[in-house]
Structures are given as C-alpha cells and as structure tokens.
C-alpha cells in the first residue's frame, strides 16, 4: 500500500511498536502502512460514520490484520479502551477546532490520558489548535509543513510538557519551527494567505461603511505576513 505524502510524513512521527488510535482512520491506511512497516504494536482505526467505518473493516481484513488493528465506530476518542494502552493519537484531515474539541472530550471522559503522543494535521486552525495544546500543558516538539495534491499541510507533533510552555503570537500563527525554517512550502502558503487579504481589501473599498479600522488591521497583517516571510 502506498501513502499519500501527507500521511507518509504523519507516519514518519509514529515511533516503533506504537499503540496507535487513528481517528478518522480513512480507509485505516496508515495503520495498515505502519503495521506492513513494522512500526506498529496495535492500533484502533476510529471512525464516527458507518460507511467509512465499514470501508475500514474490509481495508484491514483484505490485509490480513485484524489481529493487529481494532476498527471501531464512534465519536472521536471515544473508540479507545483502557485495556488499549494507546500511546500515540494521530488525528489527521480535520479543522484544528474539531481536533480541540475531540482532545477535550477526550480528556473528560477519561480517554485520553494526556501521556501520549499526539501527531495531529488540520487542514484549517492550526493557530488555534497549537493554543489548546499549550493550555492543557503539551509541548510541540516538531512541525513539518509540506504540499501534497495542490494543497498545503501543516503536521504538528505534541508530547506532555515537562514544565510550563508558552507561545508566543507568532508561533501560535506561524509554529515555532516553521518560522525558524522558512521552507519553500511555508512562503508559498504565507504569500497566498497575503494574497487573500489583497482580495478582502478589494472587497471593503466597495463597501459603504466606514471600513478604515478594518483596512488599517488587514494591511499591518500583511506587513507582519511579509516581513515574516522576506526575513
């Protein structure tokens, strides 16, 4: 079976004999991939909706890994059971709110233990998601931004933190080690972000109120985008 770059780089995260709950597993590819790879102990593919959840199911018996990876069907971390031992979340293909939001229930009922490992990609929100981490005391400790089918991924890898951990703006908007980097890919996506703001602009100069505060906030955004991505 062959990845999409995207979950190939989520896989490369996952260290070896992992106990993995993939949820919104996505035909349970990468567990599949990792258990082939030998990378994976056991893993649980959640997913929320039958047929997915059911294509998941004929994914994994084709594979000959039932013994291996659990698929289940249920809302976000509520797949997992205690007697799983999971270690590492991966969490892929969703809006950094709903990944806020599935953590946080999972930390209510008990499911997600805030020991594991966490390999999360959101396709929006990555700001507001690297703030969630920080407030229930995880610690990035690796970005990876890349290109994959004409779209832009952010991979942001997460383990509880040792000590208090703070972000600052900028590293909640940009990752701390994105910004240090300043690949190809992240100019690419920051210059497009740059260039949305140029078409919000030229939307408010038809507007008929008074805009100026709106247009004041919007170019001192783009200033910040471009000086952050010509340093």
Request: glycine share 6%; hydrophobic share 40%; aromatic share 6%.
């Amino acid at each position: 079976m062959k990845l999409s770059k995207r979950l190939w780089a989520v896989a490369q995260y996952v260290k070896k004999e992992a106990r993995v709950a993939d949820i919104g597993s996505d035909h349970a590819h990468l567990p599949i991939w990792l258990a082939r790879e030998g990378n994976l102990a056991f893993a649980v593919a959640g997913e929320v909706v039958k047929g997915p959840y059911d294509n998941a199911v004929d994914e994994v018996k084709q594979a000959d890994l039932s013994e291996r990876i659990a698929v289940r069907l249920g809302d976000g971390l509520d797949v997992i059971n205690r007697s799983d031992q999971i270690d590492t979340i991966t969490i892929c293909g969703m809006g950094g709110q709903l990944i806020s939001d599935i953590l946080q229930r999972g930390i209510a009922s008990g499911r997600f233990k805030q020991t594991e490992r966490l390999i999360l990609q959101p396709n929006v929100g990555e700001a507001q998601l690297r703030a969630f981490l920080t407030s229930i005391h995880y610690e990035i400790v690796a970005e990876e931004i890349l290109e994959d089918q004409e779209h832009i991924y952010e991979i942001i890898v997460a383990e509880p933190a040792t000590e208090p951990v703070q972000l600052s703006i900028d590293e909640q908007v940009f990752g701390k080690f994105l910004m240090r980097e300043k690949s190809a890919i992240f100019k690419k996506k920051w210059q497009a972000e740059h260039d949305k703001l140029d078409y919000i602009l030229g939307q408010l100069d038809q507007a008929r109120d008074d805009v100026t505060e709106n247009v004041a906030n919007i170019k001192e955004q783009q200033q910040h985008i471009k000086e952050m991505i010509q340093s």
